[in-house]
């Protein structure tokens, strides 16, 4: 009876088992950025990416991107000539789906991530990180981390 308590127990939370995203410190992602500037968000689009379903129809989320206009304020590594940017930050869900859209699996990545990419605010300024800047400029640039002004001189440090 206790044996099938327990085997129970372990079996529903297993299901309910949530997923936890580990941010990576600063020290350890500063060295990829070979791109950091302070930058005013103009403009923000959120919008989710779903898993097309077997059958054709859309299925869960498994991507929300912020898409954002920004305003360069100043280059404080790297070469970048434009002053305004078209950049979009994507995160994954960490959920595995299968073709019908059942959960299959949580998990736990580790991300560059700073933590605040998904609560920036229009007329802010932030620190910017790019791994690379696509060629035009005003193509879309893939945005690595974004960080509040008040760890710049920190993060100049690190990348220096």
């Known amino acids: 009876m206790k044996l099938s ?38 403009s923000i689009d959120k919008s989710e990416r779903h898993l097309k379903l077997k059958n054709g129809k859309e299925g869960p989320a498994i991507f929300i991107d912020w898409k954002m206009a920004i305003k360069k304020i100043k280059v404080l590594k790297g070469n970048l000539k434009a002053n305004n940017l078209n950049a979009q930050f994507s995160w994954e869900i960490p959920i ?21 990419e998904g609560s920036i605010k229009i007329g802010q300024r932030y620190l910017f990180s790019f791994t690379h800047i696509r060629e035009p400029e005003s193509e879309l640039q893939y945005i690595y981390r974004i960080d509040e002004l008040r760890k710049k001189d920190e993060i100049i440090k690190l990348i220096n």
């Open 5 to 42: 308590l327990i085997l129970f127990l372990f079996l529903l939370t297993q299901h309910s088992f949530s997923s936890q995203v580990h941010l990576l410190p600063l020290k350890e992602v500063a060295p990829n950025i070979p791109f950091l500037i302070e930058a005013e968000v103009a």
């Open 96 to 116: 595995k789906y299968d073709e019908n859209g059942i959960e299959q699996m949580r998990y736990s990545p580790q991300s560059s991530a700073s933590g605040i």
